[in-house]
T-cell receptor, first 108, second 114 residues
């Protein structure tokens, strides 16, 4: 497979809880991006973190990047039913790659 | 600004035929990328075009090709269709580079090969 690793593959939580998704990659990168995909709005960009950044926030989203471990995590705080979607990391290390994705279900 | 548009939205073809999909990027965006999404392989990068030139190419056979016009609109072509080509084909536009800029995705073209 061309994809990076993401875990967990699926996550089910209650509204108000936090959700954490992880992405690992194999070689050095310049930046890493996170996207969300649901049936209503398609694939939407969430956040971009550059290799010289360790943490970035956007609203209820927090992304971390650990280049020594070649991994990134996406934290969604105080989740809502509308956060139900698949979440993908995307990075470029000589070719463009999406992670396998985490399917998040937030129960009302 | 209008978003990324893709036509057609749905397509049914038979094995051996060829197909052309079209993508209109956001005005001012010069990079257009194409992706294939299937349940088994997930999202896979096909190619990226910038200023009418292919900048990057994913690991797909030569049956998959594309081009970009001077107005940044892009087309992708799949020849000699196989059953395994059934997928959602997504186009994304970005200002200059899919690798370093935000990508804005179109709704996709759902291709079914019978």
């Amino acid at each position: 497979s061309q994809q990076g690793e993401e875990d967990p593959q699926a996550l089910s939580i209650q509204e108000g809880e936090n959700a954490t998704m992880n992405c690992s990659y194999k070689t050095s990168i310049n930046n890493l991006q996170w996207y969300r995909q649901n049936s209503g709005r398609g694939l939407v960009h969430l956040i971009l973190i550059r290799s010289n950044e360790r943490e970035k926030h956007s609203g209820r989203l927090r992304v971390t990047l650990d280049t020594s471990k070649k991994s990134s995590s996406l934290l969604i705080t105080a989740s809502r039913a509308a956060d139900t979607a698949s979440y993908f990391c995307f990075y470029n290390n000589n070719d463009m790659r999406f992670g396998a994705g985490t399917r998040l279900t937030v129960k009302p | 600004k209008a978003g990324v548009t893709q036509t057609p939205r749905y397509l049914i073809k038979t094995r051996g035929q060829q197909v052309t999909l079209s993508c209109s990027p956001i005005s001012g965006h010069r990079s257009v990328s194409w992706y294939q999404q299937t349940p088994g392989q997930g999202l896979q990068f096909l190619f990226e075009y910038f200023s009418e030139t292919q900048r990057n190419k994913g690991n797909f056979p030569g049956r998959f090709s594309g081009r970009q016009f001077s107005n940044s609109r892009s087309e992708m072509n799949v020849s000699t269709l196989e059953l395994g080509d059934s997928a959602l084909y997504l186009c994304a536009s970005s200002l200059d580079s899919a690798a370093s800029d935000t990508q804005y995705f179109g709704p996709g073209t759902r291709l079914t090969v019978l």
